[in-house]
């Protein structure tokens, strides 16, 4: 998933429902999260972290939203416990590989 750096500070790391059947129906293992800057076209990205599948739905889809909660999405927000740092990111790419 890519989002914004900056939205993320506001709505955590999340996985729309739609994307999660998606990921599940081509049998994929989780979630890499890429971090962008403000730009339209960036040209450089930040992973930030990862998470196992199975972790994506731990909580129930929530209304999120960067700006207004007029314009909220539904989303699975990712428990921190959950996401996965530099290291361990490698080494569940590693175990899957």
């Known amino acids: 998933m890519t989002a914004q750096i900056a939205h993320r500070e506001r709505t955590g790391f999340c996985v729309p429902p739609n994307k999660l059947w998606a990921a599940r129906q081509r049998d994929a293992v989780g979630?890499?999260?890429?971090?962008?800057?403000?730009?339209?076209h960036p040209r450089e990205v930040v992973i930030q972290g990862g998470v196992r599948l199975e972790h994506v739905d731990a909580d129930p889809a929530r209304p999120t939203f960067v700006n207004s909660p007029r314009n909220a999405v539904e989303n699975h927000v990712i428990r921190p416990q959950h996401l996965l740092?530099?290291?361990?990111?490698?080494?569940f790419l590693r175990e899957v590989n």
């Open 31 to 40: 979630y890499l999260f890429v971090g962008t800057g403000p730009e339209t």
């Open 85 to 91: 740092g530099p290291d361990e990111l490698i080494g």
